[in-house]
Nanobody
Framework: QVQLVESGGGLVQAGGSLRLSCTAS????????MGWYRQAPGKQRELVAT???????TYADSVKGRFTISRDNAKNTMYLQMNSVKPEDTAVYYC??????????WGQGTQVTVSS
């Protein structure tokens, strides 16, 4: 059974920084494309950033230049460094693993709240 566990969420002031972590159990991590998504109240879940097995990254336009996604395959962990956060970054942040067979696994989410 694969489990993804996010951590690092919390309350931060606008302009501040936060680092989220997503740790995977099982043996799929190094062979999976990983991603961060977020869902604000009343809105659909949206893509924040992705990272492939070889480290290639993509970002939503709204976070480019402020957020950095990375992964440590030895620790089965993915990170999201969030800098210069804005109130509109407030959401529940989810990590997702997509296996070679395209099966998706989701974490339970971690709340990020940015105060103005």
């Amino acid at each position: 059974q694969v489990q993804l566990v996010e951590s690092g969420g919390g309350l931060v002031q606008a302009g501040g920084s936060l680092r989220l972590s997503c740790t995977a159990s099982g043996s799929i991590f190094s062979r999976s494309r990983m991603g961060w998504y977020r869902q604000a109240p009343g809105k659909q879940r949206e893509l924040v950033a992705t990272i492939t097995t070889d480290g290639s990254t993509t970002y939503a336009d709204s976070v480019k230049g402020r957020f950095t996604i990375s992964r440590d395959n030895a620790k089965n962990t993915m990170y999201l460094q969030m800098n210069s956060v804005k109130p509109e970054d407030t959401a529940v942040y989810y990590c997702k693993a997509t296996t070679i067979s395209s099966y998706p696994y989701w974490g339970q989410g971690t709340q990020v709240t940015v105060s103005s």
